[in-house]
Structure formats: C-alpha cells, structure tokens
C-alpha cells in the first residue's frame, strides 16, 4: 500500500474537505480523489461521506484513522533514523504569532545556511492547541506560551524568553499610576482561555482589580491597535517586536519585578525527530530579549 494515500486520508479527515486537504499537501482536489478511490479499492470499504464541499468519515474510516496516523509515524521514523548522521529530513513546527514575527524570520536565514537539508514546515496556531499536536504527533515540536502546569516527564521543554506585562495606554493618557489606570479605564481584556492571558488574569486578582472590561480578545496586535485609537486601554505581555507600525501608544510597566509570561520550545523526547530538534534551539536562543 502506498503511504501517500494514507497521507491523502488522514488530511481530508483533519481538515474536513478535498480541497482543503490537497491545498496542505500541495496537489490538486483531483489527485487527491483518486488516491482516495485508490485507497478504498485496496481496502475494498467506503472510507469517506461527501455531503457537498464537506467530506467526514464512514465507520470503516474512524476504524482505520488512528493505525493510519501510527503507521504514517512509523514510516516518518525510518526516514529519520537513515537521516541522522547527516541531519536532513523534514521537520514540522507549530508556533504562536508572535514568535512567527519576532523570533523564526529572524534566525531562518542562518539556519538554512547551516542545515540546509533540513525542510521546515511552519503551523501557526494558539499555544494550547499547538501544546496537544505536539503530544499527538502532528507537530514535532512547537515554540508556545509555557503552559501554568507541570510539562511532563515525556516532553521537552526549553524556555527561550521571558516577556514581562505591561499596561498599554493611548499616547492621550496622562495618567501614571498602573493599578490606577486599570482601575479607572475601559479595559481591553488579554483572552483568559490563552495561556498568556491567564497570567494578566492572575496579576488583576492578586491587586483586587476589576476593570471596565469592554472586549476580550486573544490577538495581541488587535488589543494594541485598539488601544492605539482610544478604544481602551490593556494589561498584555510586552512581545517581542515587530509591533504593527504607526501605534501611538505608550507601554507603563505594572511593577518594578512584573510578571512575565513565558515563551519556549516543546517536543516529544519520543519523537523520531529529536536530533533535528536540537539543531533549532541555538538559533532560537540568539533571538532573545
């Protein structure tokens, strides 16, 4: 049986249509279909329901879903192990949009001078979502909020820059005092379902703060835009530049020892992938603040 069909598999039924799936892997929706009929011919089932533009999967699917994505992981490991004297192969990393702006375009170009068989394949994405495709295999490895919980003993975790908080304020605000602007302000909330806005969260708490909260939002460069028209003003992490250009804001630190949130690299040890893992996080570390 010819791997790539379950390759065509598993996309579709990750990303709920041909079309989607053939964009991931770089084939058109026609070549996918006839992997897929190639697919259900060898295994003699209907593997998929088209309704329209969205595909999910038969029974026989979901039956056969997981051993597909173990013997697709399985084939990744034989490539990697014939490629580890020479460091080649593909590597998969998820990252958060801030480290996409502020850390990888900037250590990329070394990177590939020093590895270059080394193929990188970026997944942007929330750090709580990239923190459980690393788990699941999807990612090799993925650079993330540090997550308020203990990383397991089966995961890799080096933490790579520290950002601490600060309150945003519209260049108009005249007012100095921290905990007083974010007392009396309309208050533009860090989202608290993301790692990093729980860390803000924690900080109004502990103070006995409850702001006018006007908008939650869990994009960083939305809140300072916002903030930059006089929306409101917000309590977030101060990231590592690029900001969006033309803000006119001014950034107040909340305390002489702020709190921080924390950025890093995560991977299985298991991975089939560790010593191309390894060769990143030199890179990454010369990004730091």
């Known amino acids: 049986m010819d791997t790539r069909f379950l390759e065509s598999f598993i996309a579709i039924v990750e990303r709920g249509s041909i079309a989607d799936a053939a964009r991931q892997l770089s084939l058109t929706?026609?070549?996918?279909?006839?992997?897929?009929?190639?697919?259900?011919?060898?295994?003699?089932?209907?593997?998929?329901?088209?309704?329209?533009?969205?595909?999910?999967?038969?029974?026989?699917?979901?039956?056969?879903?997981?051993?597909?994505?173990?013997?697709?992981?399985?084939?990744?490991?034989?490539?990697?192990?014939?490629?580890?004297?020479?460091?080649?192969?593909?590597?998969?990393?998820?990252?958060?949009?801030?480290?996409?702006?502020?850390?990888?375009?900037?250590?990329?170009?070394?990177?590939f001078a020093e590895?270059?068989?080394?193929?990188?394949?970026?997944?942007?994405?929330?750090?709580?979502?990239?923190?459980?495709?690393?788990?699941?295999?999807?990612?090799?490895?993925?650079?993330?909020?540090?997550?308020?919980?203990?990383?397991?003993?089966?995961?890799?975790?080096?933490?790579?820059?520290?950002?601490?908080?600060?309150?945003?304020?519209?260049?108009?605000?005249?007012?100095?005092?921290?905990?007083?602007?974010?007392?009396?302000?309309?208050?533009?909330?860090?989202?608290?379902?993301?790692w990093g806005g729980r860390v803000a969260d924690t900080f109004l708490k502990d103070n006995r703060i409850f702001p006018k909260e006007q908008l939650e939002l869990d994009s960083l460069e939305a809140i300072a835009l916002m903030v930059s028209q006089g929306i409101g003003i917000s309590l977030l992490p101060d990231w590592l530049p690029p900001w969006p250009e033309g803000l006119a804001v001014r950034k107040i630190p909340v305390s002489t020892t702020p709190p921080q949130r924390h950025i890093g690299l995560h991977w299985l040890h298991s991975s089939p992938h560790t010593h191309l893992i390894k060769t990143l996080e030199p890179f990454l570390a010369t990004q730091r603040a």
């Not at 997981?66 to 192969?89: M, N, P, T, Y």
């Open 29 to 111: 929706p026609a070549a996918v279909s006839q992997r897929i009929k190639a697919l259900e011919d060898q295994i003699r089932q209907p593997l998929l329901i088209r309704a329209g533009r969205t595909v999910t999967p038969t029974a026989a699917g979901l039956a056969i879903i997981e051993k597909s994505r173990q013997l697709i992981r399985g084939v990744e490991e034989l490539r990697s192990l014939a490629f580890q004297e020479e460091f080649a192969g593909e590597l998969k990393i998820g990252a958060i949009s801030t480290a996409l702006t502020g850390m990888l375009p900037f250590m990329l170009k070394d990177f």
């Open 115 to 194: 590895y270059p068989q080394i193929d990188l394949h970026v997944t942007p994405g929330q750090s709580i979502k990239l923190y459980h495709e690393v788990l699941e295999g999807q990612l090799d490895c993925a650079i993330i909020v540090e997550p308020p919980f203990a990383i397991p003993k089966t995961c890799g975790w080096k933490r790579l820059l520290s950002e601490p908080l600060i309150v945003l304020v519209p260049e108009s605000c005249t007012q100095t005092d921290p905990l007083q602007i974010l007392k009396d302000n309309v208050f533009l909330r860090y989202d608290r379902n993301q």
